[in-house]
């Protein structure tokens, strides 16, 4: 059955395998999986692939975290200290717990633009090259 694009966007919110929906995706904190456990996709792609999810992470902790410490300073409610320590623990904290779910939106964004790279929606046809599938 065809991925929709709505059901790779709620998979990756879910850190969900964007094909079939499995979970887990990844084997520890910082260790993804190469492939699906359930389904077999691969999710190793080309070096620097996953590169991007660093620009939704720094987003995710600049503007939910960051910003609004900086506006609470400006706005007197925060002072010098606690603003600074604030600051570094969300600077240093964000990544950590949000890696997981950066590079899940990374990966459902991919897949958002190009659905039709999912295995699910690749019909198999008899005699054709996978490779040769898009005309290259």
């Known amino acids: 059955m065809p991925v929709t694009r ?4 709620e998979r990756g ?5 964007p094909n079939c929906g499995a979970k887990p995706l990844f084997s520890s904190r910082f260790k993804m999986y ?12 080309e070096d620097g ?8 992470l720094y987003g995710m ?5 960051i910003a609004p410490i900086a ?6 409610v925060l002072g010098n200290t606690a603003a600074i320590i604030l600051g570094a623990l969300g600077a240093v904290a964000g990544p950590v717990l949000l890696y997981q779910t950066a590079r899940c939106i990374w990966m459902a964004g991919y897949y958002w633009f190009l659905p039709h790279e999912l295995p699910a ?3 198999e046809r008899e005699g054709e090259n996978v490779e040769n599938r898009d005309g290259e």
Do not use: R
């Open 6 to 9: 709505q059901q790779i966007m």
């Open 13 to 17: 919110l879910h850190h969900s395998c």
């Open 34 to 45: 190469v492939q699906c456990p359930k389904c077999g996709m691969n999710f190793d792609k």
């Open 49 to 56: 692939f996953y590169a991007g999810y660093l620009a939704i």
């Open 61 to 65: 902790v600049a503007f939910g975290w």
């Open 71 to 76: 506006l609470l300073w400006l706005l007197g």
């Open 121 to 123: 929606n690749m019909p």
